[in-house]
């Protein structure tokens, strides 16, 4: 069974300091998808990023970054010197190709960045 | 990029009527959609696959009768929450399904925001 494990609830952070979003995932598949969304006050899901099994290459893109590790299961996320519109839930996400790509999303972690 | 649309965005109800959300693929042809609910400050819980052309798989714990699903085209899933009452209150999130190449990728609609009166 698939699961997303999201250990951190709440973070708190002062404008410019970095900070890493953990994830922790679990599944049987060797084919599966992981995602990072980030979701407003406004509630619309934003993309951020799809990353698929076959492919462990970290990923940066601005401020973002994102480090995938199949030892240890995770796909922790890293927000570089946070802004305050930075300040979201982010939610990380598995879907696998035997749940016919259903997603299922982790708990979300709840980011405030104080300006 | 691929686009899907909900309808309405926000509807408030009274208690004991129905209510329809539509979820709509702009772009692109999706044989299958998911139905997703999220209360206040908690995550997007999967409340069931919609296939186009066939019945609508729904996840443990989530009533079929209470939540009708139907896939009528590629581009339409619409969720019909029947005899809604105020614990049906929530955020309603679909997605479109988009195969591609070597994999697949999902696109969310801008949710609907239900309130059972």
């Known amino acids: 069974a698939q699961k997303v494990t999201q250990a951190q609830t709440e973070i708190s952070v002062v404008e410019k300091e970095d900070v890493t979003l953990d994830c922790v995932y679990e599944t049987r598949d060797t084919t599966y998808y992981l995602f990072w969304y980030k979701q407003p006050p406004s509630g619309e899901l934003v993309f951020l990023i799809r990353?698929?099994?076959?492919?462990?290459q970290n990923e940066i893109s601005g401020r973002y970054s994102w480090n995938f590790q199949k030892s240890t299961s995770s796909f922790n996320f890293t927000i570089t010197a946070s802004q305050v519109v930075d300040s979201a839930v982010y939610f990380c996400a598995l879907s696998e190709e035997s749940g016919g790509f259903k997603t299922i999303f982790g708990a979300g972690t709840r980011l405030f960045v104080k300006a | 990029g691929a686009v899907v649309s909900q309808h309405p965005s926000r509807v408030i109800c009274k208690s004991g009527t129905s209510v329809k959300i539509e979820c709509r693929s702009l772009d692109f042809q999706a044989t299958t959609m998911f139905w997703y609910r999220q209360f206040p400050k908690k995550s997007l819980m999967l409340m069931a696959t919609?296939?186009?052309?066939?019945?609508?798989?729904?996840e443990q714990g989530v009533e079929k009768d209470k939540f009708l699903i139907n896939h009528a085209s590629l581009t339409l899933s619409t969720l019909t929450v029947t005899s809604a009452h105020p614990e049906d209150s929530s955020f309603y999130i679909c997605?479109?399904?988009?195969?591609?190449?070597?994999?697949?990728?999902?696109?969310f609609g801008p949710g609907t925001r239900l309130l059972v009166l």
């Open positions: 997605s479109a399904h988009k195969p591609r190449g070597r994999g697949e990728t999902q696109y």
């Open positions: 919609s296939n186009e052309g066939s019945k609508a798989t729904y």
């Open positions: 990353r698929n099994s076959f492919d462990e």
